[in-house]
């Protein structure tokens, strides 16, 4: 295959050596241990609400308790260390900028939001690897009854917390650093990212306020039904352990909805007023202006769109004024309108 060179660019080094730590790398590991804690503390609500109150599945509860915290503790570590080890050289690059921005940088800021989204979602997909691994090594059987407890609620759960972060993160990402590594926007050019597009955002949005929060209260219901039916609880108890789960999930999981659709709002709604501002100065004849592109999906691709569309406009009203200083304005004007119409005659020369 053949190889193109491509000359190297020199980067040149515009702050100081070991600045600051920026200030958006404690708010992201704030959001995802929030975000994780609150969908382990779910988790634990959900899998006492809906798991088997056999014998067999609450031996297996017990022992599960008995490792948990040391599964925790592992996953919580790892997954902060593999955070830190992805994000490291963008924070470097915070500390000590250089320009232009290296690439490697720029690639790992956009798909930063899913990347660090799907290392948080892997523990959750491990433990329902895990837990059902172990359970079968220590008490040499497993059953279906444990589905709930070690395989679905910790996969439902993890999901939901991974996609609230992904949103969350991609927001923050958009308005706080993207525009920081792309101070002249063009990320379209930038080539393919792990990047989600409009619709895949609104896909999970829907999934994280409509699927998830349905899914568990029908498990909810499955298990006072199945708990009745089989007389391991007495109706009366059945109906106000569901009274009041419901009332609990209802309220978390409306509280979720509003801060989702503030956040996905915000990141549709406030892109596209910049852009209708854009268009409304260049209007009035502002050629200066430019929009701030903070990310590769379709909104970004229109805003870097309106940003060549004002580049353009530019160029030509420099044109325009050079080729005035040349010629009469009048004459300009003509040419530039198409008014000139193409002529001439072909003749047969010998050069001696």
């Known amino acids: 295959m053949p190889m193109t060179a491509t000359p190297a660019r020199a980067a040149t080094v515009v702050g100081e050596s070991g600045g600051p730590f920026p200030l958006w790398l404690p708010l992201l590991i704030v959001v995802v241990l929030a975000v994780h804690l609150l969908a382990g503390a779910t988790t634990q609500f959900t899998i006492n609400l809906m798991r088997s109150l056999s014998p067999f599945a609450q031996e297996s509860r017990a022992f599960e308790m008995t490792i948990l915290p040391y599964w925790r503790l592992i996953a919580y570590v790892t997954g902060t260390i593999a955070i830190?080890?992805?994000?490291?050289?963008?924070?470097?690059?915070?500390?000590?900028?250089?320009?232009?921005?290296?690439?490697?940088?720029?690639?790992?800021?956009?798909?930063?939001?899913?990347?660090?989204?799907?290392?948080?979602?892997?523990?959750?997909?491990?433990?329902?690897v895990f837990f059902p691994a172990v359970t079968l090594w220590r008490f040499g059987r497993w059953a279906p009854e444990l589905m709930s407890q070690q395989v679905l609620s910790p996969v439902v759960n993890g999901f939901l917390a991974a996609t609230t972060s992904y949103l969350v993160l991609e927001w923050l990402f958009r308005s706080q650093i993207v525009p920081r590594v792309f101070p002249d926007g063009r990320i379209p050019e930038l080539g393919p990212c792990l990047t989600a597009g409009v619709r895949t955002r609104l896909f999970l949005f829907l999934a994280a306020v409509a699927f998830i929060?349905?899914?568990?209260?029908?498990?909810?219901?499955?298990?006072?039904?199945?708990?009745?039916?089989?007389?391991?609880?007495?109706?009366?108890?059945?109906?106000?352990?569901?009274?009041?789960?419901?009332?609990?999930?209802?309220?978390?999981?409306?509280?979720?909805?509003?801060?989702?659709?503030?956040?996905?709002?915000?990141?549709?709604?406030?892109?596209?007023?910049?852009?209708?501002?854009?268009?409304?100065?260049?209007?009035?004849?502002?050629?200066?202006?430019?929009?701030?592109?903070?990310?590769?999906?379709?909104?970004?691709?229109?805003?870097?769109?309106?940003?060549?569309?004002?580049?353009?406009?530019?160029?030509?009203?420099?044109?325009?004024?050079?080729?005035?200083?040349?010629?009469?304005?009048?004459?300009?004007?003509?040419?530039?309108?198409?008014?000139?119409?193409?002529?001439?005659?072909?003749r047969a020369v010998t050069v001696l």
């Open 213 to 346: 929060p349905l899914f568990t209260m029908l498990g909810v219901v499955r298990t006072g039904v199945v708990r009745v039916a089989t007389r391991v609880q007495d109706a009366d108890t059945v109906v106000a352990a569901m009274a009041h789960a419901s009332t609990l999930t209802f309220f978390l999981y409306v509280a979720l909805g509003i801060v989702l659709t503030l956040i996905l709002a915000r990141s549709l709604t406030r892109p596209l007023g910049e852009v209708a501002g854009a268009l409304r100065r260049v209007q009035r004849g502002d050629l200066g202006v430019q929009v701030r592109v903070g990310s590769s999906d379709e909104v970004g691709v229109l805003e870097d769109g309106v940003n060549a569309l004002v580049g353009a406009l530019r160029d030509r009203e420099h044109i325009l004024q050079t080729f005035g200083h040349v010629v009469d304005p009048s004459v300009r004007d003509y040419l530039l309108a198409g008014g000139m119409e193409r002529g001439g005659e072909l």
């Open 84 to 128: 830190f080890t992805y994000l490291w050289p963008v924070v470097a690059h915070f500390r000590r900028p250089v320009e232009p921005v290296p690439t490697r940088v720029q690639r790992r800021v956009l798909s930063a939001p899913f990347l660090v989204a799907a290392m948080t979602f892997a523990p959750w997909c491990l433990s329902a």
